[in-house]
């Protein structure tokens, strides 16, 4: 179980990556078309990146904790890690779309 949790959180930190060089590799392109909006679109993609990372990287530490030998302190130890990581994943949730997960989205008007 231990290698499999370490095999999750390396397809969290490689997720991350390959996701914010896509997001910049995606702004290049969009810079040289001049095209709007730009930085926008490539920072929600980063956050996004990360985001998903981060949901992989929590899996990880609880397989690796739980599933291996669970103590007092590994367990109090993945609470902190798990309500860090929870922290981060809600701010860069408003960070990306400007309201709590919570929230429902604004109904955007037509013309």
Do not use: H
Request: charged share 20%; aromatic share 6%.
């Amino acid at each position: 179980m231990e290698q499999v949790g370490r095999a999750v959180d390396a397809a969290g930190v490689a997720i991350i990556v390959v996701g914010t060089l896509l997001a910049t590799v995606m702004a290049a392109v969009r810079l040289v078309r001049r095209q709007t909006d730009v930085y926008r679109g490539c920072r929600r993609r980063i956050g996004q990146s990360i985001l998903l990372g981060l949901e992989f990287l929590v899996a990880g530490d609880i397989i690796r904790t739980v599933a291996v030998a669970p103590t007092y302190e590994s367990v109090g130890v993945l609470a902190v890690i798990v309500g860090i990581r929870t922290f981060l994943s809600f701010s860069l949730e408003l960070e990306i779309t400007g309201r709590w997960p919570w929230q429902n989205p604004v109904a955007e008007i037509k013309d």
